[in-house]
């Protein structure tokens, strides 16, 4: 069973900000958020993670609650390329064996 | 800098074939994992390597098999195949510092 909860499915409109929650009701201490994506069902791709503090990079902005118990992942300004599966992950600096990936929200970005 | 390379990309077998997914890495990292997506689901942990020389059973093992072959190598198995193994295959590779998982581009295989 997936460690986190996300929603199914969301849309967004070609140049808003898309903001993707996720809820991380059994995460440790120890553990790292993470987000990936899936386009078209190539590999997943990897996005951006955290541990405390909110993080930005070229893809995104992730911002993690002070409890750790959710996360957002936002796209600044979504382009049609954006679409795609996008999974949020508890991870721990001791590997992935442990990691479950659900099946993440379906991403649609609407010209 | 290829990354992480599956071949083949796409493959179909009858029932009882036996095949090799190969998966190769040129980041020299130490981690190398299987999974495998089927349809609507999320992706589920077959076997996984931390080091050369080791390997360990995932979430669902069975009917397969791996060999770390070196580090840069990772293969995975399917001895007698069955209908229940149709999926897509990931082959995954880890840094040291356990971060980031970079992916291959996945195996669809099919068994008729």
């Known amino acids: 069973d997936a460690k986190t909860t996300q929603p199914t499915s969301m849309d967004c409109a070609e140049g808003r900000a898309a903001n993707l929650p996720c809820n991380h009701s059994?995460?440790?201490?120890?553990?790292?958020v993470y987000w990936y994506r899936q386009i078209h069902s190539q590999g997943p791709q990897y996005i951006i993670h955290?541990?405390?503090n909110n993080e930005t990079n070229e893809m995104a902005s992730l911002i993690i609650t002070e409890d750790r118990k959710s996360s957002t992942l936002i796209l600044p300004h979504a382009t049609l390329r954006d679409t795609a599966v996008y999974y949020c992950?508890?991870?721990?600096?001791?590997?992935?064996?442990?990691?479950?990936f659900g099946t993440g929200t379906k991403l649609q970005v609407i010209p | 800098n290829a990354g992480v390379t599956q071949t083949p990309k796409f493959q179909v077998l009858k029932t009882g074939q036996s095949m090799t997914l190969q998966c190769a890495q040129d980041?020299?990292?130490?981690?190398m994992y299987w999974y495998r997506q089927d349809p609507g689901m999320g992706l589920r942990l077959i076997y996984y390597?931390?080091?050369?020389?080791?390997?360990d059973k995932g979430e669902v093992p069975n009917g397969y098999n791996v060999s770390r072959l070196n580090k840069r190598e990772f293969s995975l198995r399917l001895e007698s195949a069955a209908p229940s193994q149709t999926s897509v295959y990931f082959c995954?590779?880890?840094?040291?510092?356990?971060?980031?998982?970079?992916f291959g581009q996945g195996t669809r295989l099919t068994v008729v």
């Open positions: 980041m020299n990292h130490n981690s």
């Open positions: 995954a590779s880890i840094p040291p510092w356990n971060t980031e998982a970079f």
């Open positions: 992950i508890d991870g721990s600096s001791g590997g992935y064996q442990k990691v479950t």
């Open positions: 955290g541990l405390k």
């Open positions: 390597s931390a080091s050369e020389g080791t390997t």
């Open positions: 059994t995460i440790s201490g120890n553990e790292y």
